[in-house]
DNA sequence: GCCGGAGTTGCGGAAAATGGAACTTGCGTT
DNA sequence: AACGCAAGTTCCATTTTCCGCAACTCCGGC
Protein backbone atom coordinates (compact mmCIF):
# COMPACT_ATOMS: atom_id res chain seq x y z
CA UNK A 1 0.00 0.00 0.00
CA UNK A 2 1.40 3.25 -1.05
CA UNK A 3 2.22 6.07 1.01
CA UNK A 4 -0.28 8.45 0.11
CA UNK A 5 -3.09 5.55 0.92
CA UNK A 6 -1.70 5.67 4.65
CA UNK A 7 -1.46 9.37 4.50
CA UNK A 8 -5.06 9.52 3.51
CA UNK A 9 -6.30 7.13 6.14
CA UNK A 10 -4.10 8.90 8.71
CA UNK A 11 -6.13 12.13 7.82
CA UNK A 12 -9.80 9.93 7.69
CA UNK A 13 -8.89 9.85 11.39
CA UNK A 14 -9.34 13.39 12.42
CA UNK A 15 -13.24 13.86 12.91
CA UNK A 16 -15.03 16.76 14.97
CA UNK A 17 -14.56 14.40 18.39
CA UNK A 18 -10.94 13.89 17.70
CA UNK A 19 -9.37 17.28 15.97
CA UNK A 20 -5.52 15.91 16.77
CA UNK A 21 -4.18 12.88 16.62
CA UNK A 22 -1.02 11.46 18.43
CA UNK A 23 1.59 9.21 17.19
CA UNK A 24 0.22 6.21 19.57
CA UNK A 25 -3.29 7.62 18.65
CA UNK A 26 -2.39 7.16 15.12
CA UNK A 27 -0.69 3.73 15.37
CA UNK A 28 -3.56 2.27 17.15
CA UNK A 29 -6.44 3.55 14.93
CA UNK A 30 -4.57 2.32 11.98
CA UNK A 31 -2.93 -0.27 13.84
CA UNK A 32 0.45 -0.22 12.02
CA UNK A 33 3.50 -0.11 14.41
CA UNK A 34 4.42 2.87 16.26
CA UNK A 35 7.54 3.41 14.28
CA UNK A 36 5.94 3.67 11.35
CA UNK A 37 3.00 6.08 12.53
CA UNK A 38 5.95 8.22 14.17
CA UNK A 39 7.44 8.83 11.05
CA UNK A 40 4.02 8.89 8.71
CA UNK A 41 3.52 11.97 10.70
CA UNK A 42 6.66 13.41 10.76
CA UNK A 43 6.61 13.20 7.08
CA UNK A 44 3.05 14.32 6.10
CA UNK A 45 3.98 17.58 8.76
CA UNK A 46 7.11 17.94 6.59
CA UNK A 47 4.94 18.10 3.29
CA UNK A 48 2.30 20.44 4.93
CA UNK A 49 -0.50 17.90 5.96
CA UNK A 50 -0.41 17.82 9.32
CA UNK A 51 0.91 20.60 11.79
CA UNK A 52 3.01 19.94 15.04
CA UNK A 53 0.74 21.80 18.01
CA UNK A 54 3.36 23.58 19.99
CA UNK A 55 3.17 20.38 22.89
CA UNK A 56 5.04 18.75 20.41
CA UNK A 57 3.42 15.88 20.40
CA UNK A 58 -0.23 16.48 18.87
CA UNK A 59 -0.44 16.42 15.08
CA UNK A 60 -3.68 18.48 13.51
CA UNK A 61 -4.54 19.39 9.84
CA UNK A 62 -2.06 21.88 8.48
CA UNK A 63 -3.37 25.06 6.35
CA UNK A 64 -2.56 23.68 3.51
CA UNK A 65 -5.33 21.44 3.70
CA UNK A 66 -7.33 24.88 3.96
CA UNK A 67 -5.72 26.33 1.28
CA UNK A 68 -6.50 23.69 -0.51
CA UNK A 69 -10.66 22.71 0.08
CA UNK A 70 -11.21 25.86 -0.85
CA UNK A 71 -10.37 25.33 -4.35
CA UNK A 72 -12.22 22.42 -4.10
CA UNK A 73 -15.43 24.01 -6.06
CA UNK A 74 -13.35 26.61 -7.52
CA UNK A 75 -13.43 24.95 -10.97
CA UNK A 76 -17.18 24.08 -10.58
CA UNK A 77 -18.58 26.49 -12.93
CA UNK A 78 -22.11 24.10 -11.37
CA UNK A 79 -20.68 25.02 -7.87
CA UNK A 80 -20.32 28.67 -8.17
CA UNK A 81 -24.00 29.27 -9.69
CA UNK A 82 -25.27 27.09 -7.02
CA UNK A 83 -23.55 28.99 -4.40
CA UNK A 84 -24.44 32.29 -5.40
CA UNK A 85 -28.43 30.99 -5.54
CA UNK A 86 -28.19 29.97 -2.24
CA UNK A 87 -26.76 33.58 -1.03
CA UNK A 88 -29.44 34.85 -2.70
CA UNK A 89 -32.13 32.78 -1.54
CA UNK A 90 -30.38 33.54 2.00
CA UNK A 91 -30.40 37.08 1.55
CA UNK A 92 -34.36 36.46 0.95
CA UNK A 93 -35.88 34.60 3.28
CA UNK A 94 -33.44 34.71 6.16
CA UNK A 95 -33.05 31.34 6.91
CA UNK A 96 -29.62 29.33 6.78
CA UNK A 97 -28.97 27.97 3.30
CA UNK A 98 -25.59 25.10 2.05
CA UNK A 99 -24.47 23.56 -0.90
CA UNK A 100 -23.87 20.04 -1.05
CA UNK A 101 -23.06 17.02 -2.90
CA UNK A 102 -23.32 13.25 -2.67
CA UNK A 103 -20.61 10.67 -2.34
CA UNK A 104 -22.53 7.31 -2.35
CA UNK A 105 -25.20 7.33 0.65
CA UNK A 106 -24.05 10.34 2.40
CA UNK A 107 -24.74 13.67 1.61
CA UNK A 108 -21.55 16.68 2.03
CA UNK A 109 -21.69 20.01 2.66
CA UNK A 110 -19.71 22.13 0.61
CA UNK A 111 -20.64 25.43 1.64
CA UNK A 112 -22.49 27.00 4.24
CA UNK A 113 -24.65 30.76 4.33
CA UNK A 114 -25.97 31.37 7.90
CA UNK A 115 -29.29 32.78 8.07
CA UNK A 116 -30.88 35.68 10.30
CA UNK A 117 -32.32 33.33 12.03
CA UNK A 118 -31.71 31.79 15.51
CA UNK A 119 -30.49 28.54 13.63
CA UNK A 120 -27.40 27.46 15.13
CA UNK A 121 -26.72 24.51 13.28
CA UNK A 122 -22.58 24.55 14.26
CA UNK A 123 -20.83 23.92 11.17
CA UNK A 124 -21.95 21.76 8.05
CA UNK A 125 -19.18 22.05 5.62
CA UNK A 126 -17.46 18.43 5.70
CA UNK A 127 -20.03 17.12 7.79
CA UNK A 128 -21.92 13.82 6.47
CA UNK A 129 -25.47 13.01 6.96
CA UNK A 130 -27.07 10.00 5.87
CA UNK A 131 -28.74 11.13 2.15
CA UNK A 132 -31.86 8.69 2.29
CA UNK A 133 -32.52 11.00 5.24
CA UNK A 134 -32.72 14.67 4.23
CA UNK A 135 -33.56 16.88 2.28
CA UNK A 136 -30.40 17.17 0.08
CA UNK A 137 -29.50 13.67 0.06
CA UNK A 138 -33.27 12.90 -1.54
CA UNK A 139 -33.26 15.58 -3.73
CA UNK A 140 -29.72 14.30 -5.43
CA UNK A 141 -30.81 10.80 -5.54
CA UNK A 142 -33.94 11.90 -7.38
CA UNK A 143 -31.85 12.12 -10.47
CA UNK A 144 -30.48 8.64 -10.66
CA UNK A 145 -32.85 5.72 -11.79
CA UNK A 146 -34.08 4.04 -9.06
CA UNK A 147 -32.18 1.27 -10.60
CA UNK A 148 -29.15 3.25 -9.23
CA UNK A 149 -30.76 3.77 -6.26
CA UNK A 150 -31.68 0.47 -5.38
CA UNK A 151 -27.73 -0.27 -5.85
CA UNK A 152 -26.58 2.13 -3.58
CA UNK A 153 -28.66 0.84 -0.51
CA UNK A 154 -27.91 -2.80 -0.49
CA UNK A 155 -28.88 -2.94 3.19
CA UNK A 156 -31.84 -1.93 5.06
CA UNK A 157 -31.92 2.10 6.38
CA UNK A 158 -30.96 3.23 9.56
CA UNK A 159 -33.56 5.77 9.41
CA UNK A 160 -32.79 8.22 12.28
CA UNK A 161 -36.56 9.45 12.93
CA UNK A 162 -39.35 8.75 12.25
CA UNK A 163 -39.78 10.88 10.13
CA UNK A 164 -37.47 9.75 7.43
CA UNK A 165 -38.51 6.76 5.14
CA UNK A 166 -38.74 4.19 7.18
CA UNK A 167 -37.90 1.54 4.18
CA UNK A 168 -36.76 1.43 1.06
CA UNK A 169 -40.16 1.80 -0.22
CA UNK A 170 -40.97 4.60 1.01
CA UNK A 171 -37.67 6.18 0.23
CA UNK A 172 -38.82 5.66 -2.77
CA UNK A 173 -42.04 6.97 -2.76
CA UNK A 174 -40.79 9.77 -1.39
CA UNK A 175 -37.67 10.26 -4.57
CA UNK A 176 -40.87 9.81 -6.61
CA UNK A 177 -42.41 12.81 -5.26
CA UNK A 178 -39.32 15.15 -5.28
CA UNK A 179 -39.33 14.52 -9.21
CA UNK A 180 -42.83 15.29 -9.45
CA UNK A 181 -42.47 18.32 -7.47
CA UNK A 182 -38.81 19.30 -8.21
CA UNK A 183 -37.86 20.11 -4.48
CA UNK A 184 -37.48 17.72 -2.00
CA UNK A 185 -38.74 18.50 2.22
CA UNK A 186 -37.31 17.11 5.56
CA UNK A 187 -39.51 17.72 8.94
CA UNK A 188 -36.92 16.76 12.18
CA UNK A 189 -35.09 14.32 10.60
CA UNK A 190 -30.98 14.26 11.02
CA UNK A 191 -31.37 17.67 13.01
CA UNK A 192 -33.84 17.54 15.39
CA UNK A 193 -36.92 21.06 15.09
CA UNK A 194 -35.24 21.94 11.80
CA UNK A 195 -36.87 21.71 8.94
CA UNK A 196 -35.49 21.50 5.42
CA UNK A 197 -36.53 22.21 1.19
CA UNK A 198 -33.64 21.05 -1.07
CA UNK A 199 -33.24 21.20 -5.16
CA UNK A 200 -30.98 19.84 -7.31
CA UNK A 201 -29.40 21.03 -9.87
CA UNK A 202 -26.29 19.42 -12.38
CA UNK A 203 -24.38 19.56 -15.22
CA UNK A 204 -25.67 16.43 -17.55
CA UNK A 205 -22.38 16.66 -19.35
CA UNK A 206 -20.25 15.86 -16.29
CA UNK A 207 -22.69 13.76 -13.83
CA UNK A 208 -21.76 16.84 -11.42
CA UNK A 209 -24.81 17.42 -9.12
CA UNK A 210 -25.13 19.88 -6.78
CA UNK A 211 -28.07 20.34 -4.30
CA UNK A 212 -28.97 23.67 -2.94
CA UNK A 213 -30.68 23.56 0.21
CA UNK A 214 -32.82 26.14 2.82
CA UNK A 215 -33.01 24.96 6.27
CA UNK A 216 -35.00 26.69 8.61
CA UNK A 217 -36.56 26.02 12.52
CA UNK A 218 -39.68 23.90 12.51
CA UNK A 219 -41.26 25.70 14.21
CA UNK A 220 -41.25 29.16 13.17
CA UNK A 221 -41.68 28.26 9.55
CA UNK A 222 -45.64 28.74 7.52
CA UNK A 223 -46.89 26.98 5.17
CA UNK A 224 -46.98 29.99 3.07
CA UNK A 225 -43.24 30.98 3.65
CA UNK A 226 -42.10 27.35 2.81
CA UNK A 227 -44.56 27.61 -0.49
CA UNK A 228 -42.52 30.58 -1.96
CA UNK A 229 -39.60 29.25 -1.00
CA UNK A 230 -40.02 25.90 -3.05
CA UNK A 231 -40.56 28.35 -5.42
CA UNK A 232 -37.52 30.42 -5.43
CA UNK A 233 -35.20 27.67 -4.98
CA UNK A 234 -37.16 25.77 -7.67
CA UNK A 235 -36.67 29.28 -10.06
CA UNK A 236 -32.67 29.46 -8.87
CA UNK A 237 -32.68 25.82 -9.98
CA UNK A 238 -34.17 26.73 -13.44
CA UNK A 239 -32.06 29.91 -13.84
CA UNK A 240 -28.90 27.53 -13.23
CA UNK A 241 -30.05 24.41 -15.32
CA UNK A 242 -30.47 26.62 -18.33
CA UNK A 243 -27.19 28.52 -17.86
CA UNK A 244 -24.82 25.15 -17.60
CA UNK A 245 -27.27 23.48 -20.17
CA UNK A 246 -29.12 20.72 -18.32
CA UNK A 247 -32.13 20.39 -20.39
CA UNK A 248 -33.01 17.46 -18.57
CA UNK A 249 -34.30 19.76 -15.70
CA UNK A 250 -36.65 21.37 -18.25
CA UNK A 251 -37.99 17.99 -18.64
CA UNK A 252 -38.49 17.33 -15.20
CA UNK A 253 -40.03 20.67 -13.85
CA UNK B 1 12.05 12.77 -1.77
CA UNK B 2 9.26 11.10 -0.72
CA UNK B 3 5.75 10.72 -2.60
CA UNK B 4 4.10 13.13 -0.07
CA UNK B 5 6.39 15.81 -1.07
CA UNK B 6 5.42 15.28 -4.16
CA UNK B 7 1.88 14.77 -3.93
CA UNK B 8 1.97 18.21 -1.54
CA UNK B 9 3.54 20.22 -4.43
CA UNK B 10 1.12 19.05 -6.35
CA UNK B 11 -1.71 20.12 -4.13
CA UNK B 12 0.09 23.43 -4.25
CA UNK B 13 -0.18 24.04 -8.29
CA UNK B 14 -4.13 24.45 -7.88
CA UNK B 15 -4.28 28.08 -7.43
CA UNK B 16 -7.70 30.32 -8.09
CA UNK B 17 -6.37 30.97 -11.75
CA UNK B 18 -5.96 26.80 -12.49
CA UNK B 19 -8.53 24.71 -9.94
CA UNK B 20 -7.97 21.89 -11.85
CA UNK B 21 -4.96 20.16 -13.54
CA UNK B 22 -4.34 18.09 -16.55
CA UNK B 23 -1.30 15.42 -16.41
CA UNK B 24 0.74 17.26 -19.03
CA UNK B 25 -0.19 20.37 -16.88
CA UNK B 26 1.22 19.00 -13.74
CA UNK B 27 4.50 17.51 -15.07
CA UNK B 28 5.18 20.84 -16.84
CA UNK B 29 4.83 22.88 -13.53
CA UNK B 30 7.06 20.47 -11.31
CA UNK B 31 9.39 19.39 -14.06
CA UNK B 32 8.68 15.64 -14.05
CA UNK B 33 7.83 12.91 -16.53
CA UNK B 34 4.90 12.86 -17.68
CA UNK B 35 4.94 9.36 -16.99
CA UNK B 36 5.63 9.82 -13.07
CA UNK B 37 2.77 12.94 -12.79
CA UNK B 38 0.17 10.24 -14.30
CA UNK B 39 0.82 7.40 -11.66
CA UNK B 40 0.99 10.11 -9.10
CA UNK B 41 -2.30 12.02 -9.71
CA UNK B 42 -3.87 8.43 -10.35
CA UNK B 43 -2.61 7.46 -6.99
CA UNK B 44 -3.38 10.72 -5.16
CA UNK B 45 -7.06 10.40 -6.70
CA UNK B 46 -7.00 6.51 -5.42
CA UNK B 47 -6.50 7.96 -1.93
CA UNK B 48 -9.15 10.41 -2.09
CA UNK B 49 -6.49 13.80 -2.25
CA UNK B 50 -8.01 14.57 -5.65
CA UNK B 51 -10.68 13.40 -7.87
CA UNK B 52 -11.36 13.16 -11.54
CA UNK B 53 -13.55 15.09 -13.39
CA UNK B 54 -16.25 13.88 -15.64
CA UNK B 55 -13.94 14.69 -18.81
CA UNK B 56 -11.70 12.28 -17.30
CA UNK B 57 -8.67 14.00 -18.06
CA UNK B 58 -8.98 17.19 -15.42
CA UNK B 59 -7.87 16.54 -11.72
CA UNK B 60 -9.26 18.66 -8.53
CA UNK B 61 -8.78 18.44 -5.36
CA UNK B 62 -10.97 16.11 -3.91
CA UNK B 63 -14.18 16.00 -1.33
CA UNK B 64 -11.44 14.56 1.09
CA UNK B 65 -9.44 17.95 1.39
CA UNK B 66 -12.66 19.55 2.32
CA UNK B 67 -13.60 17.30 5.30
CA UNK B 68 -10.12 17.50 6.70
CA UNK B 69 -9.82 21.24 5.97
CA UNK B 70 -12.99 21.98 8.22
CA UNK B 71 -11.60 20.16 11.29
CA UNK B 72 -8.39 22.23 10.94
CA UNK B 73 -9.19 24.92 13.81
CA UNK B 74 -11.50 22.40 15.43
CA UNK B 75 -8.76 21.18 17.95
CA UNK B 76 -7.80 25.02 18.75
CA UNK B 77 -9.70 26.34 21.55
CA UNK B 78 -8.25 29.90 20.48
CA UNK B 79 -9.58 29.76 17.07
CA UNK B 80 -13.18 28.97 18.23
CA UNK B 81 -13.35 31.77 20.49
CA UNK B 82 -12.06 33.92 17.75
CA UNK B 83 -14.05 32.88 15.40
CA UNK B 84 -17.22 33.31 17.97
CA UNK B 85 -16.04 36.98 18.45
CA UNK B 86 -15.76 37.89 15.01
CA UNK B 87 -19.02 36.68 14.14
CA UNK B 88 -20.42 38.81 17.28
CA UNK B 89 -18.37 42.15 15.71
CA UNK B 90 -20.22 41.40 12.11
CA UNK B 91 -23.66 41.34 13.84
CA UNK B 92 -23.44 44.33 15.40
CA UNK B 93 -21.34 46.30 12.78
CA UNK B 94 -22.53 44.63 9.50
CA UNK B 95 -18.94 45.05 7.87
CA UNK B 96 -17.17 41.65 7.37
CA UNK B 97 -15.23 39.87 9.40
CA UNK B 98 -12.65 36.92 8.95
CA UNK B 99 -10.06 35.10 11.31
CA UNK B 100 -6.47 34.84 9.99
CA UNK B 101 -3.41 33.24 11.11
CA UNK B 102 0.27 33.90 9.45
CA UNK B 103 2.35 31.91 7.97
CA UNK B 104 6.01 33.40 7.48
CA UNK B 105 5.84 36.66 6.01
CA UNK B 106 2.15 36.15 4.83
CA UNK B 107 -1.14 35.65 6.35
CA UNK B 108 -3.96 33.25 5.47
CA UNK B 109 -7.60 33.74 6.14
CA UNK B 110 -9.19 31.13 8.17
CA UNK B 111 -13.08 31.83 9.01
CA UNK B 112 -15.04 34.17 6.63
CA UNK B 113 -18.13 35.99 8.07
CA UNK B 114 -19.88 38.43 4.97
CA UNK B 115 -21.03 41.52 6.92
CA UNK B 116 -24.58 43.36 5.43
CA UNK B 117 -22.95 45.84 3.76
CA UNK B 118 -21.80 45.62 0.28
CA UNK B 119 -18.44 44.55 0.56
CA UNK B 120 -18.12 41.50 -1.58
CA UNK B 121 -14.60 39.93 -1.05
CA UNK B 122 -14.77 37.27 -3.08
CA UNK B 123 -13.29 34.60 -0.59
CA UNK B 124 -10.66 34.90 1.67
CA UNK B 125 -10.62 31.89 3.16
CA UNK B 126 -7.35 30.04 2.01
CA UNK B 127 -5.79 32.95 -0.10
CA UNK B 128 -2.55 34.47 1.20
CA UNK B 129 -1.81 38.09 1.58
CA UNK B 130 1.28 39.87 2.17
CA UNK B 131 2.08 39.91 5.76
CA UNK B 132 3.76 43.54 6.11
CA UNK B 133 0.81 44.99 3.97
CA UNK B 134 -2.27 44.24 6.11
CA UNK B 135 -3.90 45.05 9.18
CA UNK B 136 -4.42 41.60 9.93
CA UNK B 137 -0.48 40.70 9.30
CA UNK B 138 0.93 43.60 11.41
CA UNK B 139 -1.47 42.67 13.92
CA UNK B 140 -0.04 39.10 14.31
CA UNK B 141 3.74 40.70 13.98
CA UNK B 142 3.41 43.20 16.38
CA UNK B 143 3.61 39.93 18.88
CA UNK B 144 7.16 39.14 17.30
CA UNK B 145 10.06 40.90 18.16
CA UNK B 146 11.38 43.55 16.17
CA UNK B 147 14.57 41.31 15.64
CA UNK B 148 12.45 38.41 14.73
CA UNK B 149 10.32 40.43 12.59
CA UNK B 150 14.01 41.52 11.08
CA UNK B 151 14.59 38.10 10.78
CA UNK B 152 11.38 36.95 8.44
CA UNK B 153 12.01 40.15 6.02
CA UNK B 154 15.34 40.01 4.63
CA UNK B 155 14.63 41.35 1.57
CA UNK B 156 13.55 45.21 0.29
CA UNK B 157 9.62 45.32 0.77
CA UNK B 158 7.35 44.88 -1.94
CA UNK B 159 4.39 47.39 -1.23
CA UNK B 160 1.25 47.25 -3.12
CA UNK B 161 0.15 50.69 -2.43
CA UNK B 162 1.34 54.34 -1.34
CA UNK B 163 -0.36 53.65 1.78
CA UNK B 164 1.23 50.30 2.75
CA UNK B 165 4.95 50.63 4.83
CA UNK B 166 7.18 51.47 1.55
CA UNK B 167 10.16 50.24 3.64
CA UNK B 168 11.07 48.11 6.70
CA UNK B 169 12.04 51.15 9.13
CA UNK B 170 8.18 52.58 8.41
CA UNK B 171 7.11 48.89 8.70
CA UNK B 172 8.65 48.62 12.29
CA UNK B 173 7.07 52.30 13.11
CA UNK B 174 3.25 50.99 12.14
CA UNK B 175 4.19 47.74 14.14
CA UNK B 176 5.19 49.64 17.12
CA UNK B 177 2.01 51.82 16.89
CA UNK B 178 -0.07 48.24 17.14
CA UNK B 179 1.65 47.40 20.31
CA UNK B 180 0.86 50.81 21.58
CA UNK B 181 -3.14 51.17 20.72
CA UNK B 182 -3.77 47.23 20.58
CA UNK B 183 -4.87 47.07 17.30
CA UNK B 184 -3.86 47.56 13.05
CA UNK B 185 -5.38 49.46 11.01
CA UNK B 186 -5.24 49.61 6.96
CA UNK B 187 -6.51 51.53 4.23
CA UNK B 188 -6.80 50.93 0.73
CA UNK B 189 -3.63 48.21 0.41
CA UNK B 190 -4.20 44.66 -0.55
CA UNK B 191 -7.85 45.54 -1.50
CA UNK B 192 -8.42 48.97 -3.26
CA UNK B 193 -11.37 50.78 -1.43
CA UNK B 194 -11.00 48.81 1.34
CA UNK B 195 -9.91 49.71 4.87
CA UNK B 196 -10.03 47.30 7.76
CA UNK B 197 -9.00 47.09 11.65
CA UNK B 198 -7.33 43.85 13.35
CA UNK B 199 -6.64 42.97 16.34
CA UNK B 200 -4.18 40.00 17.67
CA UNK B 201 -5.04 37.24 19.96
CA UNK B 202 -2.80 34.40 20.90
CA UNK B 203 -2.05 31.85 23.58
CA UNK B 204 1.76 32.00 24.86
CA UNK B 205 1.66 28.75 25.84
CA UNK B 206 1.84 27.52 22.76
CA UNK B 207 2.57 30.53 20.24
CA UNK B 208 -0.33 29.81 18.38
CA UNK B 209 -2.13 33.47 17.48
CA UNK B 210 -4.86 34.48 15.28
CA UNK B 211 -5.80 37.98 13.74
CA UNK B 212 -9.62 39.06 14.43
CA UNK B 213 -10.33 41.50 11.46
CA UNK B 214 -13.13 43.37 10.08
CA UNK B 215 -13.27 44.72 6.62
CA UNK B 216 -15.37 47.43 5.36
CA UNK B 217 -15.57 49.72 2.39
CA UNK B 218 -13.24 52.34 2.75
CA UNK B 219 -15.82 55.24 1.64
CA UNK B 220 -18.58 54.63 4.45
CA UNK B 221 -16.63 54.13 7.08
CA UNK B 222 -16.95 57.13 9.70
CA UNK B 223 -14.06 58.30 12.11
CA UNK B 224 -16.52 57.29 15.21
CA UNK B 225 -17.40 54.20 13.65
CA UNK B 226 -14.15 53.37 13.66
CA UNK B 227 -13.32 54.20 16.81
CA UNK B 228 -16.09 51.93 18.52
CA UNK B 229 -15.32 49.06 16.15
CA UNK B 230 -11.65 48.64 17.41
CA UNK B 231 -12.67 49.24 21.04
CA UNK B 232 -14.98 46.26 20.75
CA UNK B 233 -12.44 44.45 19.18
CA UNK B 234 -10.18 45.18 22.00
CA UNK B 235 -12.47 43.89 24.11
CA UNK B 236 -13.41 40.77 22.58
CA UNK B 237 -9.77 40.25 22.14
CA UNK B 238 -9.16 41.01 26.11
CA UNK B 239 -12.27 38.16 26.60
CA UNK B 240 -10.87 35.61 24.74
CA UNK B 241 -6.67 36.77 26.31
CA UNK B 242 -8.71 36.28 30.01
CA UNK B 243 -10.36 33.07 28.79
CA UNK B 244 -7.17 31.32 27.36
CA UNK B 245 -4.68 32.94 30.00
CA UNK B 246 -2.65 35.32 28.42
CA UNK B 247 -1.21 37.26 30.81
CA UNK B 248 1.01 39.09 27.39
CA UNK B 249 -2.45 40.61 26.18
CA UNK B 250 -2.89 42.60 29.78
CA UNK B 251 0.32 43.59 29.75
CA UNK B 252 0.08 44.81 25.70
CA UNK B 253 -3.21 47.27 26.99
C1' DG C 1 -5.60 6.65 -42.99
C1' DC C 2 -2.22 9.64 -41.03
C1' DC C 3 -0.62 12.87 -37.69
C1' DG C 4 0.12 14.85 -33.21
C1' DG C 5 -0.89 15.67 -28.59
C1' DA C 6 -2.33 13.53 -24.29
C1' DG C 7 -2.07 9.88 -21.33
C1' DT C 8 -0.68 5.14 -19.90
C1' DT C 9 2.30 1.04 -19.21
C1' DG C 10 6.69 -2.21 -18.88
C1' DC C 11 11.08 -2.50 -17.16
C1' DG C 12 15.39 -2.32 -14.50
C1' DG C 13 17.90 0.48 -11.24
C1' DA C 14 17.35 3.53 -7.38
C1' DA C 15 15.12 5.18 -3.42
C1' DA C 16 11.82 4.83 0.15
C1' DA C 17 8.93 2.61 3.46
C1' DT C 18 8.42 -1.10 6.82
C1' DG C 19 8.53 -3.60 11.32
C1' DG C 20 10.99 -5.14 15.16
C1' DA C 21 13.94 -3.89 18.81
C1' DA C 22 16.80 -0.85 21.20
C1' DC C 23 17.03 3.71 22.74
C1' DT C 24 15.69 8.47 24.56
C1' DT C 25 12.52 11.63 26.65
C1' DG C 26 9.21 13.46 29.71
C1' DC C 27 6.58 12.88 33.76
C1' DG C 28 4.59 11.42 37.88
C1' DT C 29 5.64 8.25 41.97
C1' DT C 30 7.74 6.60 45.71
C1' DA D 1 16.82 11.53 43.48
C1' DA D 2 16.11 7.16 41.64
C1' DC D 3 12.43 4.54 39.56
C1' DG D 4 8.82 3.01 36.56
C1' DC D 5 6.15 3.85 32.79
C1' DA D 6 4.33 5.42 28.64
C1' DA D 7 5.23 8.15 24.49
C1' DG D 8 8.02 8.87 20.89
C1' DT D 9 12.26 8.28 18.08
C1' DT D 10 16.17 6.00 15.78
C1' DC D 11 18.71 2.08 13.81
C1' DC D 12 19.02 -1.48 10.38
C1' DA D 13 18.16 -5.25 7.17
C1' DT D 14 14.47 -6.43 4.25
C1' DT D 15 10.76 -5.55 1.29
C1' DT D 16 8.19 -2.59 -1.38
C1' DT D 17 7.44 1.24 -4.01
C1' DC D 18 8.90 4.79 -7.01
C1' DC D 19 11.33 6.80 -10.92
C1' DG D 20 12.56 7.95 -15.62
C1' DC D 21 13.03 6.29 -20.10
C1' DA D 22 10.98 4.56 -24.02
C1' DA D 23 7.48 2.24 -26.28
C1' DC D 24 2.72 2.05 -26.56
C1' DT D 25 -2.43 3.22 -26.78
C1' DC D 26 -6.18 6.52 -27.38
C1' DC D 27 -8.58 10.04 -29.52
C1' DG D 28 -9.71 14.04 -32.22
C1' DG D 29 -8.58 16.66 -36.42
C1' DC D 30 -7.31 16.77 -41.31
Given at each position: M??L???????????????V??????A????????T??R?????????????????????????????????????????????A?????D??????????????E?????????????????T????????????????????????????????????????P??????L?????????????????????V??L???????????????????P????E??????????M????????????????????
Amino acid sequence: MSVLQTAAKVLRCFTRDRPVLTVTEAAELLAMPKSTASRLLRAMRDAGFLELRADGRRYAPGVMMVEVAHLYAGGSRLFQLADQAVRALVDRFGHTGYVSTRDGTEVIGLSHHPGRNALRVVNTIGSRLAADASATGRALLARLADREIRALFPGRLAPPSPTSPQDFDELLARIAQVRRTGHAESRDESNRGVGALAVAVGDPRTGEALALCIAYPESIIERLERTEMADAMLAEAARIAAEIGDVSWARAS
